[in-house]
């Protein structure tokens, strides 16, 4: 029984207890993507199609996990070659989508991203990743249109309610968008850029007690968050925690050493400070 213990154990028996298994090397590694073991599910994907090359399915995962390691042009490749094998196939044309995005092509990504939801309507992941894509070409109300429709097909996806309380945010909105980012924590209490992003919008309306909160909560679960210990900064500052802020965007250069905006805060502070032992 102990095989039987979680995905991981089952698929590496399974393995173990056979060869030139395709299902077995694509399932294992969708399960180690799944735990975060990105480099062992790129060997697994990688083997299922040294048995089955014409597989859309290992392709495109395999694209899709590629992308996430910053291999772009990779990526696309095998995107194509799965959407080559099965023109249909949306969550290809939305992977494709993703890795284009990465690569600055906006027109191309927001093309796949469109073929996906012509295919699949009710892919929230299109609809997300869509508005994102029209949000970069400054087509603000298409994407909270593409925003709303994700949460009209699944309520409870953090992501989404992020997105649109980012876009609401840009709008002016900030009421609006302060009440998404509270549905994406309250969802996903460790979504780090949705309590960032609530930060910044309760200092907007002057609650920065608040929005100290959420930078912490961001930071506890990314301490290398270098936009949350700039806000963080920023907002202990406005508080006169001087120490505490110059404590922040240190740990920010510390992960970005030439960060503009960090160095460019902390000179500022450092030579408007009033208190002479800080400069």
Request: hydrophobic share 40%; net charge negative; glycine share 6%.
């Amino acid at each position: 029984t102990a095989y039987w213990r979680n995905s991981e154990s089952l698929w590496t028996h399974t393995l173990a207890c056979t060869s030139d298994n395709f299902i077995g090397h694509n399932n294992l590694g969708n399960t180690l993507f799944k735990m975060g073991k990105v480099d062992e599910a790129i060997a697994h994907y990688q083997q299922a199609l040294q048995i089955k090359p014409d597989s859309a399915e290992a392709q495109n995962n395999l694209g899709n996990v590629l992308c996430q390691k910053g291999r772009v042009e990779e990526a696309i490749a095998h995107c194509q070659r799965a959407l080559q094998i099965k023109p249909d196939y949306a969550e290809a044309h939305n992977n494709l989508g993703n890795a284009l995005l990465k690569m600055g092509k906006v027109d191309e990504a927001i093309a796949h991203y469109q073929q996906a939801l012509q295919i699949k309507p009710d892919s929230v992941e299109a609809h997300s990743n869509l508005g994102s894509a029209l949000l970069q070409k400054g087509r603000v109300d298409e994407a909270i249109a593409h925003y709303q429709q994700a949460l009209q097909i699944k309520p409870d996806s953090a992501e989404a309610h992020n997105n649109l309380g980012s876009t609401l945010l840009q709008k002016g909105k900030v009421d609006e968008a302060i009440a998404h980012y509270q549905n994406a924590v309250q969802i996903k209490p460790d979504f780090a850029e949705a309590h960032n992003n609530l930060g910044n919008a309760l200092i907007q309306k002057g609650r920065g007690d608040e929005a100290i909160v959420h930078y912490q909560k961001a930071l506890q679960i990314n301490p290398d968050y270098t936009d949350a210990h700039i806000n963080f900064g920023n907002a202990l500052f406005k508080k006169g925690r001087v120490d505490e802020a110059i404590a922040q965007y240190q740990k920010a250069l510390q992960t970005y050493p030439d960060s503009p905006e960090v160095l460019n805060n902390l000179a500022w502070l450092l030579a408007t400070c009033p208190d002479a032992h800080i400069r």
